[in-house]
């Protein structure tokens, strides 16, 4: 997830401002090349402004459903997606074509070879070009069959989640329950001004003249909040109503949803029907974002509405969330305990639902469907197994990395130049602040992160750097997947190898899932953690799964993502097959000390938002001064990796840490 996240629709760009209109009248009319002059010149100036800035990186994509959009998703196909996917059907094509040609005796007698210096030149590169093709060819042949087939053996590879006991997938669940609440009182600490009641103008209800009273229907208010015809999951809630509160708050802010000449108490009772309706609103969206309508899948999010679905869809995700199998193979004894979570989860979401099962609501259940895999050449595994390496070997080697191994972990070391005492003398490990170790997110290892790492670099050069590196998610040919325990035991291997006792921890994506299993299997390794667009925070919602996994691209970064990152097969089968929501899920008590967490705004994979109020409600609740949240609202997943803006981000994110170290350390 390492690559550039240009928002999807939850979160659309400001549109541009058009230019006022000039006076229809105006004479004389300019010259044709003078205005076409003064356009190019405006078009110059508007991308040197936006270079300068670093927003031509982040506004260069079109969005979804615009013309830009469309036609930058058919070059992005035609010059990138279709040339990989034409390799195998073309090595088969070229094959067939020798065979009918050996077949009907049509094989051309081998040339007599020349004499002269150039003409033997020339016969020398065809036959060499000839046979090189023959050979590449019949390489990605093979391939092909040996892809499938790992792609087969990968797909019926059971996932193997360990059991929860008894009594823990009720525990579990209500703390899951518990978080809706705590994201709509979150959003009241995070944004006070653009609450419910503050924000928005004096609204009537729903398809009528009538104004809002303590009186009015739940019905009335649901209305009021669900905007879109269809269903919205919990996070496209949030950003919606984020959307227009904010642009409500333009307005007159003495104008609010409450009526002015009402009393005090009939204001609070208002107040409180309107975030009672906003709790019940974003708990009917957490259920009914596990489910999909299997004949919409032209929609963005093709949600099944909590009407339509029944008591067997809901023991059918209990099934898998908990028991990690279908329904049918919930064992005999455990049947009483998931009939008493789905009793817990209808209770809890206010809907009485109809005995049965809805056959046209499709239940997510990442790790029992199957793998969304691709082909990929042997030529692209050529790319990024071999020269991706290279270039990363280079840099890191031009930096003063050096390549280690801890257990079956592979990471780069590079020493901290220990800064020199008032005597001279140069500090112990015991003295120097505590390394810094990285975990990349999912895409190309390491090498997107330039920008962030020549900053830590710059600002923290006496301290020892760890680059772990993850293949099974840098599209190579890597099945084994390590367990959370593995790689806990190599992490803390690797810090007490080089004689240090904690670190300061920093993930980015799916590199925040190896920081969650350290702050709860070996805390005492960390000295303080920093989560960048992180995953591990509220995996028993839907977003993470659905936006990664499940979405069909509608914009030109969601098909890359879709296609060379979602869809490669040894990603897809690390995602499908070993990712388990119980195990990688951190909750905020479990942090062991100093926190910083980094979110964007206009995060298309991690529900930003939701992240945003949890945590935040859950700093205010709980009195946590060492877990502070960082919020870049005009930036998406990956964006700090590229373009000036980027580069901004990053040494924001790198003064923030040393700053919480700094005070930490005061304390």
């Known amino acids: 997830m390492a690559a550039a996240g240009r928002p999807h629709h939850l979160a659309p760009r400001p549109h541009r401002q058009a230019a006022p209109a000039k006076d229809a009248g105006e004479w004389p009319p300019a010259e044709p090349r003078v205005v076409i002059g003064a356009g190019v010149l405006a078009l110059l100036g508007r991308m040197g402004r936006a270079l300068q800035t670093g927003s031509f990186i982040n506004l260069m994509w079109g969005e979804a459903g615009t013309t830009l959009g469309n036609m930058q998703m058919l070059l992005i196909r035609l010059f990138m997606i279709w040339p990989i996917k034409a390799v195998a059907p073309a090595a088969y094509t070229f094959w067939a074509w020798q065979l009918v040609q050996r077949l009907r005796g049509q094989v051309s007698a081998k040339p007599a070879r020349p004499g002269s210096f150039l003409p033997l030149l020339k016969f020398t590169a065809s036959w060499a070009s000839w046979e090189a093709l023959r050979l590449w060819f019949s390489l990605e042949a093979l391939f092909f069959v040996y892809y499938m087939f790992k792609h087969w053996q990968l797909q019926h590879r059971a996932a193997s989640a360990p059991l929860l006991p008894p009594g823990k997938p009720m525990e579990a669940l209500r703390r899951a329950l518990d978080t809706i609440k705590m994201i709509q009182v979150g959003g009241k600490l995070a944004e006070p001004h653009l609450t419910l009641s503050a924000s928005i103008p004096r609204l009537s209800v729903h398809g009528s003249s009538r104004q809002l009273t303590p009186a009015t229907s739940r019905e009335d208010l649901q209305q009021l909040l669900h905007s879109r015809e269809e269903e919205s999951g919990v996070e496209e809630l949030l950003r919606d109503w984020h959307d227009k509160r904010s642009a409500a708050g333009g307005m007159d802010s003495q104008q609010d949803l409450v009526p002015a000449a009402v009393t005090d108490h009939s204001r609070a009772v208002l107040e409180q029907l309107l975030d009672d309706a906003e709790v019940l609103a974003l708990k009917q969206a957490e259920v009914s974002g596990w489910f999909l309508r299997r004949h919409r899948s032209r929609d963005r999010w093709p949600m099944s509405q909590v009407s339509q679905l029944r008591r067997g869809n809901i023991k059918e995700w209990v099934a898998w969330a908990f028991f990690n199998c279908g329904l ?98 140069t500090g112990s490990t015991s003295t120097c602040p505590p390394p810094i170790v990285f975990c990349h997110g999912i895409g190309v290892n390491v090498l997107p992160y330039r920008p962030l790492l020549n900053e830590m670099l710059d600002r923290a050069a006496d301290r020892s750097f760890f680059l772990i ?57 960390v000295s303080m953690l920093t989560f960048i667009d992180p995953v591990c925070f509220l995996l028993v919602k839907p977003d993470v799964c659905y936006n990664f996994m499940y979405r069909r691209p509608t914009d030109p970064t969601q098909l890359l993502i879709n296609y060379f990152l979602a869809k490669e097969l040894y990603i897809a089968h690390s995602l499908s097959r070993n990712f388990f929501w119980h195990q990688n899920q951190l ?81």
């Open 328 to 425: 049918e193979r919930v064992p005999q004894a455990r049947c009483a305990e998931m009939e008493e979570l789905t009793d817990e989860i209808v209770r809890w979401m206010e809907v009485h639902l109809e005995p049965g099962y809805n056959h046209e609501a499709a239940c997510m259940r990442l790790t029992m469907d199957p793998i969304p895999s691709a082909h990929r050449p042997l030529v692209y595994y050529a790319v990024t197994q071999t020269i991706f390496s290279q270039v990363i070997n280079i840099q890191l080697r031009g930096l003063g990395f050096s390549q280690h191994w801890s257990g079956t972990l592979l990471y780069w070391h590079r020493p901290g130049v220990p800064q020199r005492s008032s005597e001279g003398s």
């Open 469 to 525: 590196s993850l293949p099974h998610i840098s599209m190579r040919i890597k099945e084994e997947v390590p367990s959370s325990t593995e790689m806990v035991a190599c992490l803390s291997d690797m810090l007490s190898s080089w004689g240090f006792t904690s670190a300061h921890f920093i993930g980015h994506s799916f590199g925040s899932l190896p920081l969650a299993w350290m702050a709860r299997k070996a805390p005492g390794f």
């Open 587 to 667: 909750w905020p008590e479990e942090l062991p000390g100093q926190t910083l967490v980094v979110l964007c705004g206009l995060d298309s994979i991690v529900p930003t938002h939701s992240v945003r109020r949890y945590l935040t409600s859950y700093k205010q609740r709980c009195r946590v001064s060492s877990l502070r949240v960082l919020w870049f609202p005009d930036l998406g997943h990956g964006e700090i990796n590229f373009g000036p803006v980027g580069e901004a981000a990053c040494v924001r994110i790198v003064s923030e840490m040393l700053q919480l170290e700094a005070e930490a350390a005061k304390d």
